[in-house]
């Protein structure tokens, strides 16, 4: 610095920050060897606050306004350099402006997948983002704790340690929640203003004060996701049939002409036979020979009809199923009788034993009576 800018640095003084940035969160205001003229005019501006300090130590604290820089408004700084009532010489000190504005959109985020057991799912990772706002709330703290004798200070600086807050304090929020993974996202507001509280004491700490944490997405790994995307998928197709004949009518019927009809009508009967086989259980393919040699044996005669097999009541239990020999032994053994009541495959309701013409025959004598 030249003569005459130390000459007009004593007796014309003004202290100002205009802050053109969105990240700076304080600026020191240099002047040559720190030396302030008594009575320099000092404006702060709202969202900003000054801190004089004198020889390492934090000295006065100046909210918003236009301040003429004197005794009277330095009480502290007064103290520490002893001045009287009379003094009116060039003094030294650092001042450091303070941007107390929200910082909004401050991004975070979990840097590795965390591990959750759910409900539904069991074992699963997620990962989250979001994003965050806070501003200074004790600018003496903050340089204390956080920003030390930097110059200028930029939220760069503290980000990746307030990242690591959030992520810490939701991790231990999500796990303890026991929220399933599928009704997470209609709880993202509640679980943002949770970790917000959870987190705000540590912010304090630093001076800071956390306004709120915002939660955008929690998704889960990719081969995850696409085993979700064909379980919907399955569930939006609906009847299998009804989309087989949609989807071959639509692709048949883009050829246009004047045999749209036919190509329908085909399309129709080629679903019909894709959703027959799709229905069908299936069975081992089978080479050529095979196929002929099963057409030579297939005049072989049907199988033979499967016995009614009975369900029977017996002392208010059911029991069976029997076979008609069975049912013939329980009947010599008195176990039950016409009024007992019978279920076989195809009746609606239990029926009694003689209203079924099958078992009325069981019930009669197989020997003639003795004579009389």
Do not use: C
């Not at 959030?166 to 993974?181: C, E, N, Q, W, Y």
């Not at 949609?246 to 399309?267: T, V």
Request: charged fraction near 25%.
């Amino acid at each position: 610095m030249g003569f005459w800018d130390r000459f007009t640095s004593e007796f014309i003084d003004v202290i100002e920050w205009l802050d053109d940035s969105n990240d700076t969160m304080i600026y020191r205001f240099e002047r040559h060897k720190n030396e302030i003229k008594y009575g320099a005019k000092l404006t702060v501006r709202e969202s900003q606050v000054a801190v004089f300090i004198n020889e390492g130590q934090i000295a006065d604290v100046l909210t918003p306004g236009l301040y003429e820089l004197e005794t009277q408004n330095l009480p502290i700084l007064s103290t520490l350099q002893h001045w009287d009532h009379l003094f009116e010489s060039p003094f030294k000190a650092e001042v450091y402006f303070i941007n107390t504005k929200r910082f909004v959109d401050q991004k975070w985020g979990t840097k590795n997948p965390i591990m959750l057991r759910d409900q539904e799912f069991g074992m699963v990772r997620i990962r989250a983002f979001g994003s965050y706002s806070f501003r200074i709330q004790d600018a003496a703290m903050f340089i204390k704790e956080i920003a030390g004798t930097d110059g200028h200070f930029t939220t760069d600086e503290v980000s990746d340690q307030l990242r690591n807050l959030i992520t810490s304090r939701f991790a231990s929020v999500v796990g303890k929640s026991g929220l399933p993974v599928l009704d997470m996202a209609g709880n993202y507001d509640q679980l943002g203003e949770f970790v917000t509280q959870r987190i705000s004491s540590v912010f304090d700490e630093y001076g800071l004060k956390l306004l709120r944490v915002l939660i955008e997405n929690i998704s889960l790994p990719q081969k995850v996701e696409e085993a979700l995307d064909k379980r919907t998928s399955m569930g939006m197709v609906g009847n299998l049939d009804d989309y087989l004949k949609y989807q071959a009518s639509e692709s048949l019927g883009k050829s246009g002409g004047s045999n749209s009809a036919m190509d329908m009508g085909m399309g129709l009967a080629m679903a019909q036979k894709m959703a027959d086989s799709l229905n069908q259980p299936t069975q081992t393919r089978q080479s050529p020979q095979a196929a002929t040699q099963n057409r030579s044996t297939s005049a072989a005669p049907p199988p033979l009809p499967q016995e009614t097999r009975w369900h029977i009541s017996i002392n208010q239990q059911a029991a069976g199923p029997y076979d008609r020999k069975q049912v013939k032994a329980l009947i010599r053994e008195q176990k039950i009788d016409q009024n007992s009541l019978v279920w076989t495959e195809g009746m609606a309701n239990w029926q009694a034993a003689n209203s079924i013409d099958e078992l009325v025959a069981l019930f009669k004598p197989s020997s003639p009576p003795p004579l009389p």
